[in-house]
């Protein structure tokens, strides 16, 4: 069984990257807060629906719902662009 060591400066550089896209990602939102209708409609719901929308920061896609009636914006998926897509 290998047994992974990390150095104390790479352990620091993975925890600040995970700050970065974090606070990328919740700035993102803030602005989609104030207008839900920014983003493109999401290209992978099938059937597309306007009520689904995506976008992508540093590589993570982010799709969310918007809910009119009950203003709310629902956070449905982060996900490394890489990764092979799921149906929803």
């Known amino acids: 069984m290998f047994k992974y060591f990390y150095s104390k400066d790479l352990l620091k550089r993975k925890i ?3 700050r ?3 606070s990328a990602i919740i700035s993102r939102l803030d602005i989609i807060k104030t207008n839900p209708l920014i ?3 999401d290209k992978l719901k099938d059937p597309t629906h306007k009520d689904f929308r995506a976008f992508v920061v540093f590589s993570y896609r982010v ?3 918007m809910k009119f ?4 914006l629902r ?7 890489s ?5 929803y």
């Open 63 to 65: 799709t969310y719902q």
């Open 75 to 81: 956070i449905l998926r982060v996900r490394h662009t």
């Open 39 to 41: 983003c493109e409609s």
């Open 83 to 87: 990764r092979e897509p799921l149906g």
């Open 20 to 22: 970065v896209v974090k």
């Open 69 to 72: 009636e009950t203003k709310e």
């Open 16 to 18: 600040l990257d995970i």
